[in-house]
């Protein structure tokens, strides 16, 4: 079973900012947190990783609090390209945990 | 540099013939990993294998083997296909690191009638 809870839909406009929060409660203390994208017919692209505070890059923020049993990924200002799978991954070196996806969240962003 | 690259990109099969999805990485990744993604689904996990020589069982191993012969190379095997093995196969790597990401190849759509 995944260790991460996501929404399963979002829907959001060009333009905006979009926010998918991921709930891990029981986090080790090895684990980092792994986000990857999803088109249609392509295999996952990883967007971004963390283990605490915030992290970006190019193409999106990550925020993890204090407790590390949740986190964010931030899409600044979405475009129709965006529209995709998101998926949030947490686990380590030690453990298989990281290689197992979920469902993830479905973006669909509209002109 | 080609990352992963999957052969073939589809296969249809008949109920009990066998195939071999074949996987290559040129990205001197010690890890390897075979997953299944139905439609509207995530992708689960078949079997991985963290070196040369070596392989585990994931998720949902049942009906499918497989075998890390080289190090840039990881098969994925079906002995007798059913239909529920319809799916699109995806294959990915990673480097041996606490915060290894995977890399993933473009898929194999796999229908079994």
């Known amino acids: 079973l995944a260790k991460t809870t996501q929404p399963i839909s979002m829907d959001s406009y060009e333009g905006q900012e979009v926010n998918i929060t991921c709930s891990h409660n029981n986090i080790a203390t090895n684990d980092y947190i792994t986000w990857y994208q999803q088109f249609p017919s392509q295999g996952p692209r990883f967007i971004i990783q963390g283990y605490k505070t915030k992290v970006t890059n190019e193409v999106a923020s990550l925020f993890i609090p204090a407790d590390r049993k949740s986190s964010t990924l931030s899409l600044p200002r979405v475009s129709l390209s965006d529209t995709a799978v998101y998926y949030c991954l947490v686990g380590s070196a030690y453990n298989t945990d990281k290689l197992i996806f979920g469902t993830g969240t479905r973006l669909q962003v509209f002109p | ?113």
Not at chain 2, 36 to 49: E, F, K, N, T, V
Not at chain 2, 65 to 90: C, D, H, I, M, W
């Open chain 2, 1 to 113: 540099n080609a990352g992963v690259t999957q052969t073939p990109k589809f296969r249809v099969l008949k109920t009990g013939q066998s195939m071999t999805l074949l996987c290559a990485q040129d990205m001197n990744h010690e890890y390897m990993y075979w997953y299944r993604q139905d439609p509207g689904m995530g992708l689960r996990l078949i079997h991985y294998s963290v070196g040369e020589g070596t392989t585990a069982k994931g998720e949902v191993p049942d009906g499918y083997n497989v075998s890390r012969l080289k190090k840039q190379n990881f098969l994925l095997g079906l002995e007798s296909a059913a239909p529920s093995q319809t799916s699109v196969y995806f294959c990915a790597s990673s480097q041996d690191s606490a915060d290894e990401k995977l890399f993933f190849g473009s898929g194999t759509q796999l229908s079994v009638l």
